[in-house]
């Protein structure tokens, strides 16, 4: 039945495709009704194809299509979906402090091996540094070559209604790690202040006597159980909060905005697979890695990521998804979260290739020295921001105010932010959540046993 549907899904996606080839060159001429009942038809053919495949991730997927199809059909009603991403957006930020402090204090207290928690720290860092590093100047190499961003006509605007940023001293850095009050840390979803509170809570557990650590342990492992399970209840919601997101971004740009601008569009999303091919997977390789099993646990909160431009959203799944996959809960806990701040792949690449398409828009000349004195800014300033709502924009025109480059450029870069926004969440996940199977076999600690397990996928 699942080979038969296939051949029925490409049959209708060429069938449809050829329908809107021809009328679009003016071959031929279909009603706009026809048209979309075609490609509706195609779609439904994809919800078939969903209840065969009993598949928490292929719905999300099929609702990825059903949402840009709804968007661009009925863009008015789509503009006003957006409610659904964002219940299922607070629903996952409610699991997310409970689940990292369980998590850390039973792999902490529950092994009673601190060393161990101070090894897993300098190897995160060392790990973090050096693969944001090579993003940063991968993003530089892309927008160099491409010049995107010259020629571009710069809007007249006075101001672009955004407050304005505050440069960041390295005081501020190093004070946004440490939690003042973990009540505030959790409201504003400072996932580094949680994890260092719950770090430091998890030693002073395996501190004290046996008689009160035990309980406490046993009080966490229930919480991060329960924790999980709470997760899966709401992953159940995944598929319409997707759909609903997609389908609120073609509403409101339209599938137009998509030709707007599309060099600088093409120029991230190449980069950042020149990223995954060159930096992601020989990593893997060199780590011995199983990849088909690790894009298969990736994939579902990777996917989740792209459509709801949240690594937050992405976090509870993409931990349960790892320990199936084999890195063990203490590591998990420890690594994921920590990346959240320190290892933003993709937002790093976007940050070098940003900076300078708005100096090549402004038709300002760079030095290479210049250059790389604006990559080792964004390597300092890129990790300060960790939980600041839209913390890219707000390292971006920190650094554009820092080189004293106008902020126009970067108006027309937030026309088609969203859909940048996208796929450098993805590749902060994907690359976090490699991340920690590297420290799990550096650590030696990556059960290959578990890698043949099936990776939840509900």
């Known amino acids: 039945m699942k080979q038969k549907s296939v051949i029925v899904i490409l049959s209708l996606l060429s069938v449809a495709s050829l329908l809107h080839f021809l009328n679009s060159y003016g071959l031929t001429y279909f009603p706009s009704e026809f048209l979309i009942f075609c490609r509706w038809t195609f779609i ?4 078939w194809f969903a209840f065969l495949r009993k598949s928490l991730t292929t719905w999300i997927l099929i609702s990825m299509v059903i949402g840009a199809e709804f968007g661009h059909d009925l863009p008015q009603i789509a503009v006003n979906m957006q409610i659904f991403s964002k219940i299922f957006l607070r629903m996952i930020k409610t699991i997310i402090a409970p689940l990292l ?3 850390l204090v039973v792999g902490i207290a529950g092994h009673s091996n601190l ?9 995160s860092i060392l790990y973090f540094e ?6 940063l100047f991968i993003g530089l190499a892309a927008i160099n070559i491409s010049r995107a961003g010259v020629g571009i006509v710069l809007p007249k605007v006075a101001h672009l209604g955004i407050e304005e940023v505050k440069p960041q001293s390295f005081q501020d850095i190093i004070l946004h790690i440490f939690p003042e009050n973990l009540a505030k840390a959790i409201y504003e979803g400072q996932v580094l202040q949680i994890v260092i509170f719950s770090i430091i809570f998890g030693i002073a557990v395996a501190l004290v006597k046996e008689k009160y650590k035990v309980p406490m342990v046993r009080f966490a492992e229930s919480l991060a159980e329960v924790m999980f399970k709470f997760t899966n209840l709401v992953m159940f919601f995944a598929p319409i909060a997707v759909g609903a997101a997609i389908a609120y971004t073609v509403g409101h740009m339209g599938l137009g905005i998509l030709m707007n601008l599309l060099k600088l569009l093409m120029t991230l999303y190449v980069a950042l697979f020149v990223f995954i091919i060159t930096v992601l997977l020989p990593v893997a390789l060199i780590f011995r890695i199983p990849i088909r099993p690790f ?6 909160p990777a996917t989740i990521a792209f459509a709801t431009t949240s690594s937050e959203s992405a976090l509870p799944r993409a931990m349960e998804n790892m320990e199936a996959f084999g890195v063990p809960r203490k590591i998990v806990a420890f690594v994921l979260p920590t990346g959240y701040s ?4 993709g937002t790093t690449l976007y940050l070098a290739l940003a900076s300078i398409f708005v100096a090549q828009a402004a038709g300002i000349h760079l030095s290479f020295e210049q250059q790389l004195l604006m990559m080792v800014t964004l390597m300092l300033t890129s990790k300060g921001v960790a939980g600041v709502p839209r913390a890219s924009l707000v390292i971006l025109l920190g650094t554009a ?8 450029p970067i108006f027309i870069i937030l026309g088609i932010d969203e859909l940048m926004d996208m796929a450098r969440t993805a590749v902060n996940v994907v690359g976090n959540c490699l991340a ?3 420290i799990a076999r550096w650590e030696g600690e990556l059960t290959l046993a578990e890698t043949s397990k099936t990776v939840v996928d509900s």
């Open 436 to 438: 920690s199977a590297v």
């Open 44 to 47: 439904a053919s994809l919800i």
């Open 342 to 345: 320190f290892n933003l792949d």
């Open 130 to 135: 050096i693969v944001s590093t090579v993003a």
């Open 295 to 300: 894009i298969k646990a990736i994939s579902e």
């Open 115 to 123: 060393k161990q928690v101070g090894r897993m720290g300098w190897k």
């Open 401 to 408: 105010a820092s080189f004293g480059l106008p902020v126009e």
């Open 101 to 103: 402090f369980a998590t």
